[in-house]
């Protein structure tokens, strides 16, 4: 199957790899009565600003699945592609070279794990809509507290590690916000109409920190859809 694509589309890539030590099948594992993968799939089909959802996998049953909630699977990716060691960011520009060598390059690139589901359409929107505005890249981050954390320097002459003393030079450290990239959504404007250009989106709530990788961020997905803590159809 082929999808040729317009230019000047949104389009959604989903990685989903076929295997999965931690939790077996878990791309696809039931959380709240449907498949984890459906979240990301859902979420992404509500939202206004997206034309394509693709779903990047290496496994047949995982594409099939996807194809149910509304997705589009036109190829399965290489096993290569596919391993615990390979690049996610690999299997999205395979993707995209695949589908750019049908038609024109899609513009806007939203790469959105599904290991992350607590995602709802008004989020998508605004920061698609950032990228829209010229932003090379749009990540979503979550604030990091380094201040119970005590920090080293590597002493130059002994290369022993020594406690950091917040005096000096150091001194305005723990007055500085720290961030880090959290994989709740990627968006990547490929016509780089503003080089250098970033914007980052932090993460508060922490129902939409939960990235499902054991079976303890399992349970406690499970537990937030079963109360009803996280509004999937907000827009």
């Given at each position: 199957m082929s999808l040729k694509l317009e230019k000047n589309q949104v389009v959604t890539v989903i990685p989903a790899r076929g295997g999965s030590k931690g939790i077996p099948s878990k791309n696809i594992v039931d959380v709240g009565g449907k498949p984890l993968i459906a979240y990301s799939i859902e979420a992404a089909l509500k939202s206004e600003t997206i034309d394509q959802v693709i779903v990047s996998t290496d496994d047949r049953e995982i594409a099939d699945i996807a194809i149910q909630y509304g997705a589009?699977?036109?190829?399965?990716?290489?096993?290569?592609?596919?391993?615990?060691?390979?690049?996610?960011?690999?299997?999205?520009?395979?993707?995209?070279?695949?589908?750019?060598?049908?038609?024109?390059?899609?513009?806007i690139c939203v790469t959105m794990f599904p290991t992350h589901?607590?995602?709802?359409?008004?989020?998508?929107?605004?920061?698609?809509?950032?990228?829209?505005?010229?932003?090379?890249?749009?990540?979503?981050?979550?604030?990091i507290d380094v201040k119970s954390s005590p920090l080293f320097l590597?002493?130059?002459?002994?290369?022993?590690?020594?406690?950091?003393?917040?005096g000096g030079e150091y001194a305005d450290m723990r007055e500085l916000n720290y961030f880090r990239a959290y994989g709740s959504l990627i968006i990547s404007n490929r016509s780089y109409p503003l080089p250098y250009t970033f914007y980052l989106?932090?993460?508060?709530?922490?129902?939409?920190?939960?990235?499902i990788d054991t079976f303890e961020d399992l349970s406690l997905a499970r537990k937030v859809i079963d109360r009803g803590l996280f509004d999937f159809d907000l827009t």
């Open positions: 589009s699977v036109p190829f399965l990716r290489p096993a290569d592609l596919a391993s615990d060691i390979a690049d996610p960011g690999a299997a999205v520009d395979y993707t995209f070279d695949r589908l750019a060598s049908g038609g024109p390059r899609p513009d589901m607590f995602r709802n359409p008004r989020m998508i929107n605004r920061l698609v809509k950032k990228s829209m505005e010229g932003y090379k890249a749009v990540r979503t981050v979550k604030r590597m002493d130059e002459d002994s290369r022993e590690l020594r406690p950091m003393t917040m989106h932090e993460l508060t709530d922490p129902i939409t920190l939960i990235d």
